[in-house]
């Protein structure tokens, strides 16, 4: 009776184990993208805006992908002739899209939004990491729903001022907790049972 | 179909009763034993489940199956999810937002009436159709045919290429081989072209055949469809000596009689809009309008009667005339002797309120019942008051369509017809049985054919030529709403086939020019006319704004809502231009900048949907009764003994909507048949006829404060077919339904059914009415049935009409509530719970508490709700098979009741929108094993569908049974078409999930974080509307937040003393809350209810009639 209950227990844990793996979970796997995009390059050595390319993250649901336009107000002028821009080049020239390989994939049946997470002091780094360290882009965090629904049982642990959003750098003890439980009052950041309830991401 | 299983199970039980009761229980128990299915159907909500099985894999294997992946099981959370790819834009057109839905004024035609629309465009694909909030035919609501449309659009059965005789061709063959044929004729004049349409009012297409009409002078252009407006049309012309379109205004009229005119299905929701205004009661506005209808069967706008007669088709003229000659109108006498009193009484009421009563004639009413009605209008004073006339917006009304239709037939008889040229609708199907435009008939006469339409359907069978016509969700068109307006059609969308339009076909005929597309054809027109400066205003447009403060609330909040969220609802769906400039009318142009001046003034057009104060003039006509002195036509000869009277279904139409699965599947609103058309007898004459007598159906029960509630309990769950003769042919089972308020020895049938070449969904449905009805009798006639002997099981959702006692739906005498506001005040049972409740109720205090109401009063069952759910949900289409198994998946559905203590004069059915309740206390919620359904911090009662199971215990402790569960995989997950149209807003739900009403969750959530984001607390009051409100032409639903004392829910819940929980005793403590309906009684008529009288008294007298 012990040897099923020790048995079942360690299999729970395996279990549990396996399921909050990467293996599973796609975090920390660098993905092969069409275009060899460095965001180490562009956000760390280049100190572009996140909002440059993710143009909507304010305002909708997504934070969007850029359109090839957006990196042709560059290169047309930079490395117009490096042969890793041609995917952009040659997308430019015939008007096709560019097909990038999604990185952050939350299941259909959970609808995040971007742009009321930025409205309430959630940083881009909070979720997605060091974003300017990472030559190609890899998942930080296990995007389950322990990990969601950590932030939302307790927000003001992960917020920060608007000013530092976009801030790469921003740690969550640069400020106080008594300044960040301030912020969330500021913020109009609803309790804990309306973040949690199902319909705040499932539809 | 019951399986072996269930079958052996009731001889048992059959055995068992036998055994015990001995031969009278039996007798009395052998229909019961011997129809499994009725008993399933009562006793539980899912008939059959546990006795079939629908998969290929057997019972057992699938057990076995399942024991082996149970091992496995645990790990179903954790899949890794499958490699996705993002597509962004090469160069992003200005003013979208990826993921951010934008709103487009279009409109839809029907009938040759427009109505204005916006069109909701998700990421480049239209997904919802909404009403134009500043359209005066729609004043933001939708009528279920627009929502429906939205369906065709992506209906995988739609031709995509041109074809000639069925093989594929390009459009530029087409062309070829179009114009040369054309040009073949221009010599004569085009003295072989026809071209056949249905009804146009859309200004561009009659002045493209104007123009053509100058270069082809013998061509001839006829109209005709099968629903049409041909006897309102001669009875005007009767009347006024010219023929004139009536326009009326209800909101103005206190007294409407209807004869026989079922305004509530028309295409008109401005109607319904106004109708609703004068019905509306609140405890400011105690008086309300009264409704006196004689008809000839039961239908929609005669459910909602005060008072109501049926008579025989026949009888209509007689029975029109005998009030006339009450009300006054010179010359009029009548036969008919029945009904005095009620007539009587009637009238005195219409006369009592000149000026402020309105007489309506229905369509399939002989022409001299509408030039009576013309005669009445003008004796009481309405004229200019309550309706007013306008020249008719479509051209050659002078002649009758179906004359039309005849003239084409003798010359193609006579061989005068070279080139027939069938734009939209489909006269090989359609047409009368003596002028059916078939194969036989054009085979050998008619050298080329030409057909224009959404499916390769019957017509397009017998043409040469087949052009896939443009969805108007793809096209640029124009049309006229009921009242003139000249009404605006936008795309949406690129087309997705290989489409064109009506206008791009009629523009090849021209010599010069030929090769255009339908943007540059309607805006070309534009700029040549001056409509700035209207002539004088119409005073219909007028009217129709005043009556909006009153009648149209919820639409402006729908109208802001959507402006929320379409801030470039001005730019054409070709991407072209960014916002439109409102800038007004334009000023007076002048030759510099005319062009400029047109440029504004044609993107107001499309950015609004319609050209501002373009309604119809008013025109003067005076109606005298000199046509009662004129001989009659005669009425088709008798030939039976029963009469028939067709109509068009309530869904499907004429057809055209046979092919799509919402209107198949949508229950008809007054017996809730669906996938089928059936044919109605009253309770008597089934009896003589001895028709569907295998349950009794009669059972009444009491209701309270004088309304009794009658039951055709199971009546109809087996209708008899009968072969029913109609002026001569034969229609072939045609299963029979029960429905009281059915005039006697009357059958009702309807068209649109028994389709050929409809599709995969609408073929071979039904029986065809068009194959019996001919040119001389296109609406009522004698014939007869006989007896087939067979049975047929019709798929209808509502078999069980009993509410058992229980306060379920009010219907309440207008005075009698009126001196006693408080008698329906409910017991509130939440002191009696048993759990403490406070931690709950403190949480709700603290947010948004979302409630609804939905007022009776005002609910017409159009159905309008319910697909604007379906459309916006994602709601699945389950097929008839499943819908016998009472499985299908509406989350709002209307629950129909006959009220009146005999079954023979019913009033009703009452209609009662009966969606997820969103109990406080919800039962559902205690007993789901694996806490799939929830409450939120917003009282919501949450569904979440990747948490579900599948137990199905949730639904079994509903009280309200509106849990609807995927038995099988309902969804099509691989239909490219579907996967464009479904909102992405909400999850799409895969077998063994179970689903129900959100309140629109998915809106709630998108205005909640606008309102976060531009720092407010609360979301506004108006800021969220729900789908069926949205649509609803009545409003019928009231969506806020009762927190908020200043919400239009929290004033309506706390002054409306109507207000009621349906059933209260069982303390579920439902956020959706009910207004009784109020029928405004008139004490002087025969048949008018005294609510004093108990109601089970009378019960008990009334005589066992069937």
Redesign the interface.
């Known amino acids: 009776m012990v040897m099923v209950v020790v048995l079942a227990g360690v299999a729970f844990y395996v279990y549990t184990q396996v399921a909050r793996s990467s293996y599973l979970t796609g975090r920390y796997l660098e993905k092969q993208q069409p275009v060899q995009f460095s965001h180490k390059h562009h956000v760390g050595d280049d100190g572009i805006d996140c909002r440059y390319c993710h143009a909507t993250v304010e305002t909708t649901a997504t934070a969007s992908m850029p359109p090839t336009q957006t990196c042709m107000n560059c290169h047309s002028q930079l490395f117009s002739d490096s042969p890793y821009l041609e995917p952009v080049r040659a997308s430019f020239r015939e008007n096709k899209p560019i097909e990038w390989e999604r990185v952050h994939d939350l299941p259909e049946f959970v609808y995040f939004n971007h742009s009321i997470h930025i409205a309430k002091g959630v940083g881009c780094s909070t979720c997605h990491g060091r974003i300017d360290e990472m030559p190609a882009v890899y998942q930080e965090n296990t995007l389950q729903m322990e990990w969601c629904v950590a932030c939302h049982r307790d927000p003001q642990n992960k917020i920060r001022p608007k000013s530092e959003i976009y801030n790469m750098e921003w740690q969550d003890d640069d400020l106080t907790a008594d300044e960040r439980t301030q912020l969330a009052k500021d913020y109009k950041i609803r309790d804990r049972v309306m973040l949690t309830s199902c319909s705040t991401c499932h539809r | 179909m019951p399986s072996q299983d269930s079958k052996k199970n009731f001889a048992l039980l059959r055995d068992r009763i036998l055994g015990r009761s001995g031969k009278d229980y039996w007798r009395s128990l052998e229909e019961f034993v011997d129809a499994p299915e009725f008993e399933e159907f009562v006793k539980r909500e899912y008939p059959d489940h546990a006795e079939t099985w629908d998969d290929s894999l057997s019972r057992r294997n699938f057990i076995k199956v399942m024991g082996a992946s149970l091992a496995l099981a ?2 179903s ?5 499958p ?10 057109p200005e003013g979208t ?4 839905p934008l709103f487009f004024a279009t409109s839809y035609s029907i009938g040759g009436v427009a109505m204005g629309l916006l069109a909701k465009s998700y990421d480049g694909r239209p997904i919802k159709i909404e009403g134009n909030p500043e359209h005066p035919g729609s004043r933001g609501a939708t009528d279920v045919r627009a929502q429906a449309s939205l369906l065709d659009m992506y209906d995988p059965d739609r031709s995509q290429h041109v074809q000639f005789r069925a093989e594929p061709r390009s459009w530029a063959d087409f062309q070829t081989a179009f114009r040369a044929a054309i040009d073949q004729d221009r010599p004569n004049g085009g003295a072989g072209i026809r071209f056949l349409t249905e009804t146009i009012t859309s200004p561009t297409l009659i002045d493209q055949f104007k123009r053509l009409q100058a270069e082809l002078p013998q061509a001839k252009w006829i109209q005709y469809e099968p629903i049409n407006n041909d006897n309102a049309l001669a009875g005007a012309k009767m009347a006024f000596g010219s023929t004139a379109q009536p326009i009326y205004h209800f909101e103005k009229a206190e007294r409407i009689l209807s004869l026989d005119d079922d305004v509530f299905s028309g295409f008109n929701v401005a109607y319904l809009k106004d109708y609703a205004a004068g019905k509306a009661w609140s405890p400011e506005k105690t008086d309300i309008n009264r409704l006196y209808v004689v008809e000839t069967t039961s239908t929609l706008t005669g459910a909602k009667a005060d008072h109501r007669i049926a008579v025989k088709p026949s009888q209509l003229t007689e029975v029109a005339k005998a009030v006339a000659a009450k009300i006054g109108v010179g010359g009029a006498t009548s036969t008919y002797t029945d009904n005095g009193k009620w007539i009587d009484a009637m009238t005195r009421d219409l006369m009592a309120n000149k000026g402020k009563s309105l007489v309506v004639a229905g369509r399939t009413a002989s022409p001299v019942v509408h030039a009576l009605a013309h005669a009445m209008n003008n004796a009481l004073g309405s004229v200019g008051q309550t309706v007013t006339y306008a020249e008719p917006f479509s051209p050659g009304t002078d002649r009758a369509q179906t004359d039309q239709l005849r003239d084409l037939v003798t010359d193609i008889e006579n061989g005068l017809v070279k080139t027939l040229v069938i734009m939209g609708g489909n006269p090989a199907y359609n047409t009368p049985n003596d002028l059916r435009l078939d194969f036989n008939r054009l085979n050998t006469k008619v050298p080329l054919r030409v057909h224009l339409g959404s499916h390769y359907d019957e017509t397009a069978d017998i043409c040469h030529w087949h052009v896939p016509e443009k969805h108007y969700l793809e096209s640029w068109a124009d049309g006229r709403a009921y009242d003139g307006t000249v009404t605006m059609t936008q795309p949406l969308i690129d087309p997705l086939y290989d489409s064109y339009s009506k206008y791009e076909l009629v523009q090849l005929c021209f010599k010069e020019n030929f090769d255009k597309k339908d943007y540059d054809i309607v805006r070309a027109f534009w700029q040549t006319q001056n409509v700035s400066a209207p002539a004088a205003v119409a005073t219909t447009a007028a009217a129709a704004n005043t009556a909006r403060p009153t009648a149209a609330s919820p639409a402006n909040n729908a109208s802001s809502n959507n402006a929320n969220s379409a801030p470039a609802s001005g730019t054409t769906a070709a991407g072209r231009g960014s916002q439109a400039n409102t800038a007004g009318s334009a000023p007076a142009a002048t030759s510099a900048n005319a062009a400029t001046a047109f440029e504004d003034r044609w993107r107001k057009y499309v950015h609004d949907g319609f050209v501002g104060n373009s309604a119809a003039t008013a025109k003067t006509v005076t109606a005298n009764s000199a046509f009662l002195s004129q001989p009659q036509p005669s009425q088709p000869a008798a030939n039976g003994d029963l009469e028939i009277l067709i109509l068009p279904d309530p869904n499907v139409y004429d057809g055209r909507f046979a092919n799509n699965g919402w209107m198949q599947e949508l229950p008809k609103p007054l017996n809730k048949v669906t996938w089928d058309n059936v044919g109605l007898v009253s309770p008597k004459t089934a009896e003589k006829l001895g028709l569907n007598q295998s349950n009794r159906a009669e059972e009444y029960v009491g209701g309270d404060h004088g309304i009794a509630f009658i039951n055709t309990k199971g009546t109809n769950q087996f209708s008899d077919t009968v072969d029913l003769t109609y002026q001569g042919s034969v229609i072939k089972n045609v299963p029979m339904w029960i429905t009281p308020g059915q005039p006697d020895d009357t059958i009702t049938i309807f068209l649109g059914y028994g389709r050929k070449r409809a599709g995969a969904i609408g073929n071979d449905i039904g029986y065809n009415v068009y194959d019996v009805r001919p040119s001389t009798a296109l609406d009522f006639g004698t014939g007869s049935v006989k007896k087939t002997g067979e049975q047929v099981t019709i798929s209808s959702t509502q078999i069980h009409f009993n509410m058992e006692g229980r306060d379920i739906l009010r219907s309440w005498d207008l005075e009698a509530y009126n001196a006693d506001t408080k008698m329906g005040e409910q017991e509130d049972m939440y002191p009696k719970s048993l759990y403490p409740y406070e931690q709950h109720q403190e ?1 709700y205090e ?2 948004h508490r979302w409630g609804m109401t939905v007022d009776l009063n005002n609910c017409v069952g159009c159905n309008a709700c319910v697909i604007a759910c379906q459309s916006e949900n994602n709601i699945p289409v389950v097929g008839r098979e499943q819908v016998d198994r009472h499985r299908m998946m509406h989350w709002l559905r209307i629950d129909a009741y006959f009220g009146g203590p005999d079954i023979n004069q019913p009033n009703g059915p009452h209609f009662q929108p009966i969606l997820c309740q969103q109990c406080e206390q919800a039962p559902c919620e205690v007993v789901c094993p694996v806490h799939a359904t ?5 009282g ?1 009662n ?1 569904m ?3 948490r579900c199971v599948g137990t199905r215990y949730c639904s079994n402790n509903c009280p309200y049974k509106v849990r609807r569960f995927n038995f099988l995989l309902y969804q099509d997950w691989d239909t490219p078409q579907y996967k464009l149209m479904r909102n992405p ?4 739900r895969s077998r063994g999930v179970m689903e129900k009403c ?1 309140y629109c ?2 809106r ?2 998108a205005a909640r ?1 606008e309102a ?2 531009a ?1 407010l ?1 609360k979301v506004p009051d108006g800021e969220i509307v729900t789908a069926c409100q949205a649509a609803c032409p009545t409003n019928v639903f009231t969506f806020g937040d009762m927190n908020d004392p200043e919400s239009q829910v929290a004033k309506i819940k706390k002054n409306d003393p109507r207000d009621y929980k349906v059933l209260n005793e069982l303390n579920t403590q439902p956020r959706t809350t009910y207004l009784a309906e109020l029928r405004n009684q008139n004490k002087e008529m025969p048949d008018y209810l005294n609510p004093e009288t108990p109601v089970g008294e009378n019960l008990s007298q009334s005589p066992n009639t069937l």
């Not at chain 2, 937002?97 to 951010?100: D, E, F, K």
């Not at chain 2, 807003?985 to 799409?988: D, F, K, N, Q, R």
């Open positions: 645990g790990l959370g954790c899949v890794i999810q490699p996705e790819k993002i597509v962004p834009y090469v160069s992003q937002l990826p993921g951010r949480t603290h947010h929830v409450h939120s911090a917003e919501l949450d979440v569908y990747n807003e909400v999850s799409i959100t969750t998915q709630i959530a974080i976060e984001k720092g607390s």
